[in-house]
Every structure is written in C-alpha cells, then in structure tokens.
C-alpha cells in the first residue's frame, strides 16, 4: 500500500513539473515581445509633400512602443516609410495612417534584451461618404457602443505588431506580413477628450 501510495505520488509530482514547465515555457512565448500603446492627442496632420490623397487627415495621435523582453537579441523588419504595414488594431476600419513614400524599403532594427522602440503615428477611422464617387474620408476613431458593465471594452481597442525577424528579398514584404507573429498590446480608451491633460 506504502509503495502504491509513493508512486501514485511521484506520478502527481512529475505531470505538475511537466505542466509548470509547459506553462512557464508559454508565458516566456508570450512575452517575448512586449507592445504598449498610448494616445497622447488628437487633431490633424498636414502632409507638404505633394501630391498627397489626402494632405489634412484628422485622428488621434498615437506613441507605440516595441520592447525586446527576451534574454537574446531580436531582429526586427519594417519598411522604412511605410512602417505602420507592422501595424494592425483589433476595430475594423481603424488603422495608422500613411501619407504616401517617395522612397520606401525593408529596415532592419535589432533590439538588445530589454530594449525599445518607439513608433509615432496617427489612427485615423475610414469612412465613406455618400457621394457619387464614394470618396473616403479619414477622421478621428469614434466609439459607437456605449460602455457597460456587461460590455466594459466598449470604446476600446489593441494595435497589433506583426514581427518579421527573417527578411526574405525575393518575397514581396506584404506576403510576408501575412504569415509573421502578431503580437497585441494593452486596450487603449479612445474616449480621448483633451490635447492637455489626461488622468493615467
């Protein structure tokens, strides 16, 4: 009975090591990168280059930040003007705005453990007029569902940073955004109400 006892115990003991293991192993996958979000205003931007779709684009100003929280050193690959194609947010239609490149290619950034970087955009909300040329218009990202106790997210959204760390020259940059690792940062409120101060 004794050595029944002990190897029922020893069986328990080995299946909680090898599920604490896997569990820790997750949570270091997980949290390889670490991706923070913040709205730090809201108005529009006029682009002087020319020509531009769009030269006055109104929407929230965004500071988003890409942290190496890994032991190893992490390459990562974004296009030089067109950076936000790394980007995508969890609310349809809502996304950071690019006005146009004159000279756009693949950048390499190698982050060391514990490093940043930060990306500084606008989001901006697409919406589509009723004209007869149905023209788009970008405008600051509004919330339509009101918030509640049983919908405490409403309002809210999450950018998503797609991590390339092998760039391949012979394949087209966007094919290999499709298949790269997103990685979701912290729900931001876009109930932003004023360009000076805010609570935290």
Known sequence: MHWLLTRHLLASFSFFTLFSASKIKAQVAQSELLITAEITGAGAIIYQQSPVINSNVSGFFVKLVVKNNSQLEKSLWFMNCSWQENWVTDRAATFLYNGGCTRNFPKKTVLKPQESIAFYGILVQAVQKETRKKEITYVIPISTV?????NPLAGKMKFGF???NNYEP???FSEQLLEAKTWWSNSI????TNNSFHKQ
Not at 189 to 192: C, K, N, Q, S, Y
């Open 146 to 150: 009101q918030r509640s106790i049983s």
């Open 162 to 164: 797609k991590e390339i």
């Open 170 to 172: 012979d394949k087209p």
């Open 189 to 192: 409120d876009l109930d932003f």
